[in-house]
């Protein structure tokens, strides 16, 4: 080899190295890696039917290397869990064919297409056959049940159509109906999942004939708890968007912001203004979102969502940090939203299993007992915590590490104290008969109640849990924490009558 | 050429490609193509004044391209529609004296400089010179009539004054005033324009002696329908901002994102929450933003605002998937925002010509019953939807895009039912003379109303058509909807000193 | 030197400037510039136990240079102030060592670890040896006094009671409880910083044995007004996060945001709607965030919040438009947000100083009476003003300027008559006992009146500042402070049992 050459190989490198070139359909040509023959028809077709989509697939990591050469990979790099794949998906490209023909048995969305047997929607049980310890520790979180703790929860159903419902004004009156599964579809079931239900086929004429589809219902989503046609629960494109399936997407907080942001989980709120998040928005450029292990120092430089809930951490050396992880309540000793108080993380992603001590599916009672045999104990709560802290210590001393979680626990506590006024507050009211406690959730006053735990509590709390000062102060939190309470005790004067009586 | 030189052009061009290259002042030098003798001067005393504008557009295309050449560009990636250009304008660069300096009859903003006659504003009717056919469609689009939209309609003139009127304490009553001129060039007019009125000429003490300027009022301003001082309508700048002018910013979500945010028109926020904007926001680095035409696959992952509403696309192969347009509610079938109620886009840019049942300018009655014959028919809403899905079917398959359509169609017509809801509340509380219907946005009850249609229905179609589930939900949307009416509800109550009975 | 190693040069040059190479752990290699024995060992131990802390400070420029190298900058681009810095420090970078064990007498947080007297924190003072001019500008701002600020104003510390404490209901009343340290520091002194106090030396067991070390007390907090353990005011990572300290992050808005964002600080959020924001977002990526001085044109093509607020900066050409400033409040002449009315700038950054004529520390009375002999005088705030516009004259001409801060001026003018409103009403409703002012924060009407100022005046203030069309308009601005004084003057009218009497 002459010096010319190793300057050509030079440049070739570079430009392979310089970003934008990447994705800018360089990629874009047949990949070196075998695609299989049913991959190739797919495309044949496709590419022209779907470009964008057929595109972005060649510019993944499933069209660049088959599972065989994945196995290879030592394992601290490795990105497929499986220890064997089955022979027909060994040495060919993950493509089209591979993703869209497993388990047609179970798969009600399978359909005659061209001279393959297809199935509409991939499902968590599919990517399960190269990926399943994820597919095990997904199905075993909260995220795999979201829809079903939604549906299975009879307070979260009253919830749900009190706020979905169409109101309807009869004779001066309200009256409220019950909520549609459009509704339902573009918000809770949008994060939490849909249940895709296949009606039956239906003829489309395309420009090569009619042909027939299968008809699903609930279609399109992407929500972490989806019920799919094979009977399986979630959506691993939820946060690897289709169809290239980046790591580097699921690393960053954009993804998980689609569902965790204000005002009911104002965590990417807070991060965008914490010091972690100032860092990464001004420096992500710099940083490498692919590796794995994932290297602080070396890959990144402050923490993403996935950082601290869920990516296989290393240091630089290659000691491990934490371990990957798909359950994300399996990091977290506490639960800082959705409900009515703070808790410790549940046991089980099925959260509709627990039972308070009033009967209720819930984690606490409304005045905050914890239904402790649901949750998870004292000392897997201190192991939990001491993992996590290990992480922060990455990059800072144990000193402020204990500082921060100490304050931390402290601000736990007293957002549940002033969610515990606003609920003394409602019950008042409830007593006084100046509402009715049928239905917790379709007065006024009640749903400002429901603001103070479902709003408020929560953006202190991550706004401490990761130091987004605006959010724990004006911003949804210290701020209206009060002033919700000093409007309801104002609300329910007014409704006494005691309004004209001059100052209380 | 030997080896070496291959390698030296070789590294010339890496390093022209490499991002951070372009703009860093590595083009601040003369541009190889001629510039005018006019231009020459202007920049030969202004590169000193305002180095940062002479910089920014020495890194436009404007300074890189001569008419003459862009001409000869082949039809498909040509960004000039003109077939001919004047031939003083030909065979130089688009500099300051070529577009400054156009039509100085009709611009009262005209006036002598050094030894030239030049404009203070280059408006719409000037670029239409190489730009005719853009020029053409924004002439014809909403945007272009924004203030005149706002100005002859004396619903939209109540709700501006209620709005931005000063309000005076007299007596202990609440005294409202009429809007000012900074105000409404602060807020409505910041974004709908203003009329830039030229107040005469002003002397200024400059570094080379006394100056006269004119004087211009309502001026600086970048808002879509600007009323120009030579009587055009529109700013090109608002979306391609001075003096880069650059098609990648105006293909930028970021653009839009001014004025299309929440709580009225939510767009961007949905957008960042949703797929296409997790895909964008963590992936845009990677994308090309210059390519005419702009291809799904090639140069983009995810759509941006751009690409669905005015972009000219096509497939890697080069066939046409969607025409450029700058009239942007040429694509859409359905207006979600802005109005009391849903309804198919109008005919005609300029929506105060639209004369509802009551008489009003007004796509709708206040009960929702539309103007149709302003408004475009069924067939034409039809043709728009399929043309729309065409759009997705880059990327989506039509059960996917159809799903998504549907579901969009339904929540459409529940938010319409939400806004009915709270406008027979206000309708009820009106002729209980609890409010005075003689303007219906000054009161605490109508402004209740006035939320429902303006924010919270808004929110709830921006989220269905954009996938993004918190706005739909929680942040502005059905929480919001519903809230709102039962505040409404119990507002009338205790106007009617029914809150003393108990529960009702 | 043969054309061969020209290229091979060329492609090393190529290698460094590719983006994404300068922190992917390239550099996370031992810097070439001598690194004392002290930090040697620092090093030694804590790359194992802190390694993202320890890689983030080998990417720095404190580690790639001595401070005899930065002596020989020139003066315009040199990053350090100091004339001279004392021997030991001069000819090794600036490490661990460096800077943790400056004036160990003043610092109650020292400890002796391994063999070296340590300080936990790094403060001001410390950066004041090589930063002496920064430090001192720092030391005046209102920044370095947040904290006293607070803390010696009776009229902020009955608001911070009012929103932080906890509240409890006993027998259906609310009563507030005073607010705790936790939540204080999780709130207002995350931004305005909290006192570090060493409460004494804590054992922890370690891999190495147990270890003492000192046990801080409101610890970890970067507020800009911190009072540190030696004494000093300020936390100069506020800006410059640890431990790359870079001035790119200093200058990207992201690092205002932290704090200076809605509701009450709308400063990011406005910007982010801004034509400037617009232009920053979109293009941000071909920025030089790192150039000393800083150049419109060639390194920035937009403002950042630096650029107007404190950046040195120049013209291409070398002469200066702005010298560089760390008192933030130097450059303004107005200030916008964070008291009752807008006043002229405080002449001290110890603004607990001012007297109004009240008697209280407010630059202005409830009314609106400036302070005026604590503030800037007329000549000052024109001085200040003409050397804003400067700036901006970098890319606009003076009619664009000036006609921008005409309208900013009134604008300001009627957003404080907005408040004056909202004033005269709660005075009325305390003048007929509907409220009791012995506290004026702690009634909801009086909350509404602390958002007329708080959060909506200001949002029309920075929405008129920086063009942000949204925060002007719907978003928090003119819209709220209108809908408030209807609510405002609904609620009296409620509380005076007028509601059913018919319309007013």
């Not at 998980?256 to 010091?275: I, L």
């Not at 007293?414 to 007065?443: C, H, I, Y």
Request: charged share 20%; aromatic share 8%; proline share 6%.
């Amino acid at each position: 080899m002459n010096g010319i050459s190793v300057m050509l190989s030079g440049a070739v490198l570079l430009l392979l190295y310089a970003p934008g070139v990447y994705a800018q359909g360089k990629n874009a040509v047949p990949p070196s890696a075998p695609l299989s023959d049913g991959t190739k028809a797919c495309i044949d077709c496709h590419k022209d039917l779907h470009p964008g989509l057929v595109q972005d697939w060649l510019a993944s990591r499933h069209a660049k290397i088959t599972p065989e050469t994945a196995l290879k990979t030592p394992e601290a790099g490795r990105r497929i869990s499986a220890t064997s794949v089955p022979e027909a998906l060994r040495s060919v490209v993950v493509g089209c064919y591979e993703c869209h023909t497993l388990n047609p048995a179970a798969h009600k969305d399978n359909f005659d297409h061209a001279d393959y047997k297809v199935n509409v929607v991939v499902s968590p049980n599919d990517c399960k056959i190269c990926h399943p310890t994820e597919a095990e520790q997904y199905g075993g979180s909260k995220k795999a049940s979201a829809l079903a703790n939604l549906d299975n929860n009879p307070v979260f159903n009253a919830l749900i159509n009190a706020i979905d419902g169409i109101k309807e004004v009869k004779n001066k009156k309200v009256v409220a109906l019950k909520s549609s599964e459009a509704t339902k579809h573009d918000t809770c079931y949008a994060c939490h999942g849909t249940q895709v239900v296949v009606k039956g086929l239906k003829t489309v004429s395309t420009d090569v004939g009619d042909m027939q589809f299968p008809e699903l219902v609930n279609w399109p989503n992407q929500g972490v708890g989806r019920i799919n046609p094979d009977g399986s629960f979630g959506a691993c494109t939820s946060c690897h968007p289709r169809h290239r399936f980046a790591i580097a997407v699921a690393r960053k907080p954009y993804t998980c912001a689609q569902c965790h942001r204000e005002p009911d989980v104002p965590a990417w709120d807070v991060y965008h203004e914490s010091k972690h998040g100032n860092i990464f928005l001004s420096t992500e450029r710099e940083w490498t979102f692919e590796n794995v292990p994932w290297v602080a120092g070396r890959d990144f430089f402050a923490p993403t969502c996935a950082t601290c809930h869920n990516s296989l951490l290393s240091t630089p050396d290659g000691a491990m940090v934490a371990a990957r992880t798909h359950d994300f309540g399996s990091r977290p000793w506490v639960r800082i939203f959705g409900l009515i108080y703070a808790h410790p993380q549940p046991k089980s992603g099925k959260t509709y299993m627990i039972k308070n001590k009033d009967g209720l599916p819930l984690p606490t009672t409304f005045t905050g007992e914890p239904a402790s045999p649901y949750l998870i104990d004292k000392d897997e709560q201190i192991r939990r915590l001491d993992q996590m802290k290990k992480i922060c210590q990455s990059c800072h001393a144990s000193g402020f590490t204990n500082g921060h979680f100490t304050k931390f626990a402290a601000s736990i506590a007293e957002s549940d104290q002033m969610v515990k006024a606003a609920t003394l507050l409602l019950q008042g009211a409830w007593d006084a008969r100046l509402a009715d406690k049928s239905n917790p959730f379709d007065e006024a006053i009640e749903q400002k109640w429901t603001k103070q735990w479902l709003f408020y509590a929560n953006s202190v709390r991550f706004g401490s849990a990761m130091m987004g000062p605006d959010y724990a102060t004006f911003k949804q939190g210290w701020w209206d924490l009060t002033n919700n309470v000093a409007d309801m005790a104002d609300m329910i004067r007014l409704k006494q009558g005691e309004g004209t009586r001059g100052h209380r």
